[in-house]
T-cell receptor
Framework: DVKVTQSSRYLVKRTGEKVFLECVQD?????MFWYRQDPGLGLRLIYF???????EKGDIPEGYSVSREKKERFSLILESASTNQTSMYLC?????????????FGPGTRLTVL | DAKTTQPTSMDCAEGRAANLPCNHS???????VYWYRQIHSQGPQYIIH???NNETNEMASLIITEDRKSSTLILPHATLRDTAVYYC???????????????FGKGTKLSVKP
């Protein structure tokens, strides 16, 4: 069974803290994605990666960075957390080509920044 | 903006077929139709996708009209666990760049009632 796991389901941080969200997939997928989901705004793509050490900005990359040192792991970093980054963060993975739209999502991390 | 239009909500009786419509009148020839669902507090789950032929898998059937301007997702025997928000997404096939995006609209909230 395909599996995408995220390091925490719930996280509470303070403004200005550096925050790491980890995502691991066990399907040997080449592509990995980070989204955030907010009420009324749907899912928005933050960053994605199509290979180890490769990354591309999505629609809302400001305030975030990512790291992909190993194929199975994709990390989202909030360098200095702010209250407007309170959100549900979702990681996904897929294979390239025609399978690119078939993305497998993790359970999500609900981050609260105080 | 999402390129699809879906009803905001629908109800379905348990054990009956749930038919969820989606309009995508501006779909291009190289765009697939994808369906995902999101059960409360979980990550989105891939259901099915198609280009122009009808498709069926263990979860659902996808009926695409001949002009490809609309489609219907069919859950043949809805259960209470199928209560979720269902998203219809169109995206190009292939690999690379922002084509990796899945643009989720507001979806249809399906409530399956006993």
């Amino acid at each position: 069974d395909v599996k995408v796991t995220q390091s925490s389901r719930y996280l509470v941080k303070r403004t200005g803290e550096k925050v790491f969200l980890e995502c691991v997939q066990d399907m040997d997928h080449e592509n990995m994605f980070w989204y955030r989901q907010d009420p009324g705004l749907g899912l928005r793509l933050i960053y994605f990666s199509y290979d180890v050490k490769m990354k591309e900005k999505g629609d809302i990359p400001e305030g975030y960075s990512v790291s992909r040192e190993k194929k199975e792991r994709f990390s989202l970093i909030l360098e200095s957390a702010s209250t407007n980054q309170t959100s549900m963060y979702l990681c996904a993975s897929s294979n390239p080509g025609l399978a690119l739209g078939t993305q497998y999502f993790g359970p999500g991390t609900r981050l609260t920044v105080l | 903006d999402a390129k699809t239009t879906q009803p905001t909500s629908m109800d379905c009786a348990e054990g009956r077929a749930a038919n969820l419509p989606c309009n995508h009148s501006t779909i291009s020839g190289n765009e697939y139709v994808y369906w995902y669902r999101q059960i409360h507090s979980q990550g989105p789950q891939y259901i099915i996708h198609g280009l122009k032929n009808n498709e069926t898998n263990e979860m659902a059937s996808l009926i695409i009209t001949e002009d490809r301007k609309s489609s219907t997702l069919i859950l043949p025997h809805a259960t209470l666990r199928d209560t979720a928000v269902y998203y219809c997404i169109v995206r190009v096939a292939g690999y690379g760049g922002s084509q990796g995006n899945l643009i989720f609209g507001k979806g249809t909230k399906l409530s399956v009632k006993p």
